[in-house]
């Protein structure tokens, strides 16, 4: 079993400019409700997997969890879906957060029901850390493998996931 821990914040930016202008997809602190967001582990496909998402004591959203290679598994993500919104003024993921040295992966939806994703991996350390992730540098995947589609466009967004 391989145990893994996440602490994060989204955000949307416009790197290009001086005066980044940022709308704030989620707002842990803030907001305080993650109900909405959902566990998916391997379980769907009858992996071992078990992982979970709640506010710690300090308003920060952690994703923990331990990921099992056994019976096909090997994956435990959140995501959080909503209804479609407009991110064409925006060109980049901001995330503000602390992980635990392990590479994960930032998956969005561009449709509701869409029948791929588009992903970009990055890695995590244990100070806490912002990366920002280009729309453009997000490829389109279904279960796993890489389409021969353009990268992702920009134009709405309807869930986020992290694996």
Request: net charge neutral; aromatic share 12%; proline share 5%.
């Amino acid at each position: 079993m391989i145990r893994s821990a996440l602490l994060l914040a989204l955000a949307f930016s416009l790197p290009t400019s001086a005066h980044a202008e940022q709308k704030i997809l989620f707002d842990f602190k803030k907001d305080g409700d993650t109900s909405g967001w959902m566990i998916e582990d391997d379980g769907v496909m009858g992996g071992l997997s078990k992982g979970r998402f709640q506010l710690n004591n300090e308003g920060h959203a952690t994703f923990t969890g331990n990921v099992s290679l056994e019976n096909n598994g090997g994956f435990s993500s959140v995501r959080w879906n909503f209804d479609p919104i407009d991110v064409s003024p925006y060109s980049t993921f901001v995330m503000r957060l602390r992980g635990d040295g392990k590479r994960y992966r930032l998956l969005t939806e561009a449709t509701p029901g869409a029948r791929h994703y588009y992903q970009a991996e990055f890695q995590t350390g244990t100070d806490w850390q912002t990366l920002e992730i280009p729309f453009k540098d997000m490829t389109p995947h279904f279960r796993g493998d890489r389409l021969e589609k353009p990268n992702f466009p920009g134009k709405t967004m309807t869930q986020v996931r992290l694996r």
